[in-house]
Nanobody, 123 residues
Framework: QVQLVDSGGGLVQAGGSLRLSCAASRLTFTRYAMGWFRQAPGKEREFVAAISWNGATTYYADSVKGRFTISRDNAKNTVYLQMNSLKPDDTAVYYC????????????????WGQGTQVTVSS
């Protein structure tokens, strides 16, 4: 098990920014793809962004391209999601995710989840 603790959510006005962090257990972290999903009430959990084990490859949902940036610091066992130009539609619980085999993440491939951090964007 890779233990994930995500944080950094909060309330922000439209157009503002937040940075989410996800701290992972040390063992095997550097060989896991890491990513973020989000889930709004009444909706399915959806992919947001992912980064490969070495940081060389990233993927983003179309809805966040150009606004969100995922990064990782393997020395600190931490992955980040910088969220800029936030919109009300970004309101959701954001979950850190770990996948040992692929950066092209879907919900069914995730092996470990963070507990979730709430992001609320007001209009």
């Amino acid at each position: 098990q890779v233990q994930l603790v995500d944080s950094g959510g909060g309330l922000v006005q439209a157009g503002g920014s937040l940075r989410l962090s996800c701290a992972a257990s040390r063992l095997t972290f550097t060989r896991y793809a890491m990513g973020w999903f989000r889930q709004a009430p009444g909706k399915e959990r959806e992919f947001v962004a992912a980064i490969s084990w070495n940081g060389a490859t990233t993927y983003y949902a179309d809805s966040v391209k150009g606004r969100f940036t995922i990064s990782r610091d393997n020395a600190k066992n931490t992955v980040y999601l910088q969220m800029n130009s936030l919109k009300p539609d970004d309101t959701a619980v954001y979950y850190c995710a770990a996948d040992p085999t692929s950066t092209r993440m879907v919900v069914s491939t995730i092996r470990s989840w963070g507990q979730g951090t709430q992001v609320t964007v007001s209009s």
